[in-house]
């Protein structure tokens, strides 16, 4: 890969924080934009903007047809086989909500829950809404030491009465990569349904819905170099016709009386109002920016930095690690001793070093590691080893000034 190609496609790389060059390293909350994206959404709203699905006009059909090629385009990168079967959302936790509200509606009082302990709060809080409404059972499987998932544990909360598991493809906090495609094994045993969410995973994997075997997968675009306000959920063609709307309004409708209405399939079923029509059009954008990256190159390279930062901090005397499983994406989640996240992540910023620290909106999880934060550096593809030094040496600055 071409670092330095690759880092000139992203404008606000090149710019200084507090009079240094930005080293960006919290991707894991949102990505930077590539030029191309960039320059789609503007040249959109320069010279395309127009409502989808209802003009007969040049724009509004234009406008349509760029829509559907951005839902072919996200199909494609999950190996989804219909592209119906993609919805545009507002993001991960609208694309859960839609399930919870939707899908949820069958479950029945005494059915049980499995998550995780390394769920963000985008994928406890919309259950426990559900299991509050109607008796439902919310159980969690247990991690490790390293913070990997406890697999004998989540199989044995696996039972006849486990009707979702609901799991992240990779942790947002720990870095660490679910063996999804086992656990979504050990749920169908069980006649559950299973939905992952991939939020942290689409930017870093190459991700196949159907290799994995679930039933509903959900993402950002924010996260994975697209504009924000924008996501997908994807869900098989049958559970997805066979589910109520989640919202009603304009475009999700076959026929509308105030006796009766009717309503499309999908995907405009789930798709009330006007959607996010440059969002999904940016989306698509940035597929195609990652497409010519290529997926394979964007791991490998992020493996490399993974293993670099993480030796190198590692170096660090009083830093401890959240997060050592074997299998991770470019995500280090640490502590100081002594030292509080929120002072961590301060000081950093006057180096120009951009990461993240608090809770991550993983409470649960910060509760089990007994602490009541992190600082979590994490990294894409258009980061450098130079980068990983310079959040090293603005680490040892913290310690300098603490000491
Ligand atoms: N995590 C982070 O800094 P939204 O906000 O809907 O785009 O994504 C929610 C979400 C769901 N699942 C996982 C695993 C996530 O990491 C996130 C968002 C950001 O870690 C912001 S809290």
Same mark, same amino acid.
């Given at each position: 890969?071409?670092?330095?190609?690759?880092?000139?496609?992203?404008?606000?790389?090149?710019?200084?924080?507090?009079?240094?060059?930005?080293?960006?390293? $919290?991707?894991?909350?949102?990505?930077?934009?590539?030029?191309?994206?960039?320059?789609?959404?503007?040249?959109?709203?320069?010279? *395309?903007?127009?409502?989808?699905?209802?003009?007969?006009?040049?724009?509004?059909?234009?406008?349509?047809?760029?829509? $559907?090629?951005?839902?072919?385009?996200?199909?494609?990168?999950?190996?989804?086989?219909?592209?119906?079967?993609?919805?545009?959302?507002?993001?991960?936790?609208?694309?859960?909500?839609?399930?919870?509200?939707?899908?949820?509606?069958?479950?029945?009082?005494?059915?049980?829950?499995?998550?995780?302990?390394?769920?963000?709060?985008?994928?406890?809080?919309?259950?426990? #809404?559900?299991?509050?409404?109607?008796?439902?059972?919310?159980?969690?499987?247990?991690?490790?030491?390293?913070?990997?998932? $406890?697999?004998?544990?989540?199989?044995?909360?696996?039972?006849?009465?486990?009707?979702?598991?609901?799991?992240?493809?990779?942790?947002?906090? #720990?870095?660490?990569?679910?063996?999804?495609?086992?656990?979504?094994?050990?749920?169908? *045993?069980?006649?559950?349904?299973?939905?992952?969410?991939?939020?942290?995973?689409?930017?870093?994997?190459?991700?196949?819905?159907?290799?994995?075997?679930?039933?509903?997968?959900?993402?950002?675009?924010?996260?994975?170099?697209?504009?924000?306000?924008?996501?997908?959920?994807?869900?098989?063609?049958? #559970?997805?016709?066979?589910?109520?709307?989640?919202?009603?309004?304009?475009?999700?409708? *076959?026929?509308?009386?105030?006796?009766?209405?009717?309503?499309?399939?999908?995907?405009?079923?789930?798709?009330?109002?006007?959607?996010?029509?440059?969002?999904?059009?940016?989306?698509?954008?940035?597929? $195609?920016?990652?497409?010519?990256?290529?997926?394979?190159?964007?791991?490998?390279?992020?493996?490399?930095?993974?293993?670099?930062?993480?030796?190198?901090?590692?170096?660090?005397?009083?830093?401890?690690?959240?997060?050592?499983?074997?299998?991770?994406?470019?995500?280090?989640?640490?502590?100081?001793?002594?030292?509080?996240?929120?002072?961590?992540?301060?000081?950093?910023?006057?180096?120009?070093?951009?990461?993240?620290?608090?809770?991550?909106?993983?409470?649960?999880?910060?509760?089990?590691?007994?602490?009541?934060?992190?600082?979590?550096?994490?990294?894409?593809?258009?980061?450098?080893?130079?980068?990983?030094?310079?959040?090293?040496?603005?680490?040892?600055?913290?310690?300098?000034?603490?000491?």
């Amino acid at each position: 890969m071409n670092i330095a190609a690759v880092r000139s496609d992203f404008p606000i790389l090149s710019r200084e924080v507090s009079g240094k060059p930005l080293v960006y390293l $919290d991707n894991g909350a949102t990505t930077q934009k590539p030029r191309a994206v960039i320059d789609k959404i503007s040249h959109f709203f320069e010279y *395309e903007n127009s409502n989808i699905h209802r003009g007969v006009h040049y724009l509004s059909m234009d406008a349509t047809d760029q829509y $559907d090629r951005a839902r072919v385009r996200l199909a494609k990168m999950i190996n989804a086989p219909e592209e119906r079967e993609v919805l545009f959302v507002r993001g991960t936790t609208e694309a859960i909500n839609l399930v919870t509200s939707s899908y949820g509606t069958r479950l029945q009082q005494g059915d049980e829950i499995l998550l995780t302990l390394m769920e963000h709060h985008a994928n406890i809080v919309p259950w426990q #809404l559900l299991a509050e409404k109607r008796g439902l059972v919310i159980q969690v499987a247990g991690i490790t030491e390293k913070g990997e998932l $406890d697999l004998d544990d989540f199989a044995a909360k696996l039972n006849s009465r486990t009707k979702v598991a609901a799991f992240t493809h990779v942790s947002n906090a #720990l870095g660490t990569i679910n063996p999804v495609k086992e656990m979504t094994r050990l749920a169908k *045993e069980q006649g559950a349904m299973v939905l992952v969410d991939g939020a942290q995973a689409v930017p870093h994997l190459c991700v196949d819905v159907q290799d994995i075997g679930c039933d509903f997968y959900a993402f950002s675009s924010h996260k994975m170099f697209g504009p924000d306000g924008v996501g997908v959920l994807w869900g098989k063609e049958k #559970l997805l016709s066979s589910m109520p709307p989640y919202q009603g309004g304009g475009d999700m409708i *076959e026929q509308v009386s105030f006796e009766k209405t009717t309503f499309r399939g999908i995907p405009e079923r789930f798709e009330a109002g006007t959607p996010n029509i440059s969002g999904a059009i940016g989306l698509g954008a940035a597929v $195609d920016y990652l497409n010519g990256i290529g997926h394979a190159e964007i791991e490998s390279y992020e493996k490399e930095l993974l293993d670099y930062a993480g030796a190198a901090m590692g170096e660090i005397e009083g830093l401890t690690i959240h997060g050592t499983a074997e299998d991770k994406v470019g995500v280090i989640s640490f502590t100081l001793a002594g030292i509080h996240p929120h002072d961590i992540g301060t000081i950093l910023d006057t180096e120009g070093v951009a990461i993240r620290a608090g809770h991550h909106c993983a409470q649960p999880l910060m509760d089990h590691l007994k602490v009541s934060g992190t600082a979590r550096a994490s990294f894409a593809f258009y980061n450098t080893t130079q980068e990983a030094d310079s959040l090293v040496a603005a680490i040892c600055k913290v310690q300098k000034m603490f000491a």
